[in-house]
């Protein structure tokens, strides 16, 4: 027979477990009902700022849907887009806001190098959005940034020049660059051009998760085997559907959809000793000239509506629980991810010009 002890202590263990259970569904449903109130608090006045700007690197088209989708939830407030590259988004923010022109509301551009000194200039607006607390610690630098988009670059290969049996044996960073070097293969590979924003990315991730030497290493014997340079992950999927390539460091994974869709002998490769996933930041700027309306904009692409509509629209990865993965790829969770923390895009902006150097006398040998 139970102790009385016992018996208390079973059931005070039983209350406990649920209320638990009810804070954690208590908490879940607040978070919803809190960025709903939040939305509706904002919405009067950023109706009557009309209208938010986003300046962004994504697909313009892509980007396109998703404000359409924010004015189809939100009538009565325009959306306007300027999209370029990364460093061109970049110049331009930083040449207004020299210059007292403010423009942009919103910045969602993949330079995360850029933003610790966007912060300290004092460049990224202070907001303790609802949003936050459903992200998880590495994608957020919670009052100014989440990753609102996360790019996995994988390893494309054609399977008629690279055949399952190889594939099934070559699984690490290492065993593709050996793979590089066997006589069939030299000089038919290829990247993205390491010595750009996004390159220099993957290089400092690589470096960061193989170590410093070994991981230059790496990269010497890539270049030594002749590996080819594209300026982005169309060219680079290109090269390998035609055949010019047979396989291609660092291809984002929206790309791959379009070409696999049309039959293209393509698949896409995950590195199981660490798969790059970038993180992309999105922060409202400090003197956005709808202020209301950028708040709201920034909440709704980093709910779980925007988020849901970023894989489905872009291809890319959400760090929100809940959310989907891209099509025809492993969930986060089934991978062992690799990325360039935000606490480390600072060391990544201090040494951009020494990888670069590093990469360009590379290419020179």
Known sequence: MKSFLSRHYESFGLTVLVILVLSLFVASGTMAATYEQEQQSLYQAAKTEGKVIL??????????????????????????????????VLEKLMSEHEAKIYSADVLFFHAGFAWPELKKKGMLMRYDSPVYGSFPKNGIDPGYTISTRNLGTFIAYNTNLVPAQVVAKTKTFEDWVKLAEQKEYRDRFGSQDLATGGGIESVFTILSDKGEEKGKGFY?????????????????????????????????????????????????????DGQPVHLSPMSIYAKAPHPNAAKMLFNWFNSMEGQTLIVEVTGN???????????????????????????KWEEMGRRTDELIQFIDQLKKK
């Open 55 to 88: 300046y962004t690197s994504g697909d313009t088209v892509e980007m396109q849907k998703m404000l359409k989708a924010f004015e189809t939830r939100y009538p009565g407030i325009k959306t306007e887009l300027y999209r370029a590259g990364s460093g061109t």
């Open 317 to 343: 990865y959400s760090l929100l629980p809940g959310t989907p993965t891209p099509k025809g790829f492993p969930a986060v969770k089934d991978m062992k991810v690799i990325q360039v923390p935000m606490a």
């Open 220 to 272: 010497r014997r890539l270049f030594a085997a002749g590996m080819r340079m594209s300026q982005g992950g169309a060219d680079q999927l290109n090269a390998v559907v035609s055949g010019q390539e047979a396989f291609d460091f660092f291809v984002p994974s929206q790309r791959f959809a379009a070409v696999i869709e049309k039959g293209a002998p393509v698949k896409a490769a995950v590195l199981s």
